[in-house]
């Protein structure tokens, strides 16, 4: 039977070729063509998985010559760890998004959904970078679109501000209306407008109010509290994230942090995946 490495592999190289536009190039060309797209990607999603720097990953896939075939190279085609780290840089945002949708694939989904947000950790930069950035927080705001029912990150949206929940929760849902049956969601996503939205496209919103009025008591009083409290599968996950890949992102710009947790959600819904 094939190792829990070997099936996170193929699905992988599978879906990173599907995350490509047009049909998969070859593994390697020769001249000016270099590494495929879909090479780079499934070594990054191999680098998360294993959890280890550029360098000392392609170490070790130099001892693993049946993983290495599976990327369509021998261990003596393996790209220097300098090419894999500047090749992400250069591999646009969508292919990353992508590479998460068709994760959630490999898991039949549930009828309940859950929204909520957490920060994650920037890399230590100097005081230079991070004004010359514009960074205004330590931490990257990070919203996570989860099903209840087998733990599978649909969506992850990062911002470099702090938007209030509901705006930030309304963009997410209203894009992937399409994955939702019944959404839940703590008193930070508190907004009538965003229930009305979910109500009109046929979602069931279970979003506590914040009780200001005698109404607003009188409607928390209705919600179905074995759903409401669903939500807290989204910390769960957060939780896992965190102990799995750490607290603390590795690249330095935001768009190579935003390509970072993208790829690490992936990442866990594969593993999730090969695991059952």
Same mark, same amino acid.
């Given at each position: ?35 495929? =797209?879909?090479?780079?990607?499934s070594i990054h999603c191999l680098r ?10 392609? =170490? ?132 009538d407008a965003l229930r009305h939205e ?17 109404? =607003? ?60």
């Amino acid at each position: 039977m094939p190792s829990q490495l070997a099936r996170f592999t193929d699905r992988c190289v599978d879906l990173s070729q599907n995350a490509v536009i047009g049909e998969p190039a070859s593994a390697i060309e020769k001249g000016d063509g270099g590494y495929a =797209d879909w090479v780079i990607v499934s070594i990054h999603c191999l680098r998360e998985y294993l959890n280890q720097p550029y360098r000392r990953l392609l =170490d070790i896939l130099y001892e693993m010559p049946g993983i290495v075939a599976k990327l369509g190279l021998t261990v003596d085609q393996l790209p220097d760890f300098t090419t894999v780290c500047t090749r992400k840089q250069d591999l646009k945002m969508r292919i990353w998004r992508v590479l998460l949708r068709l994760s959630v694939s490999l898991h039949e989904l549930g009828d309940v959904q859950a929204i909520d947000a957490t920060g994650f950790k920037r890399h230590q930069a100097s005081r230079h970078y991070v004004l010359r950035v514009g960074y205004n927080f330590d931490d990257i705001k990070t919203t996570a679109l989860v099903d209840c029912d087998t733990s599978v990150i649909l969506v992850i949206h990062c911002s470099m501000k702090q938007p209030h929940d509901t705006h930030v929760g309304r963009q997410v849902l209203t894009r992937n209306l399409a994955q939702l049956t019944t959404i839940t969601a703590d008193k930070s996503y508190d907004w009538d407008a965003l229930r009305h939205e979910l109500r009109d496209a046929g979602i069931r919103p279970v979003i506590k109010h914040r009780e200001f009025y005698g109404l =607003d008591k009188a409607h928390n009083a209705r919600h179905d509290e074995n759903v409401y409290h669903r939500r807290s599968i989204v910390e769960a996950i957060f939780f896992a994230l965190k102990h799995r890949f750490g607290e603390t992102l590795r690249a330095r710009t935001w768009f190579g942090q935003f390509r970072e947790l993208v790829l690490k959600a992936a990442v866990r819904n594969i593993e999730q995946a090969v695991r059952l």
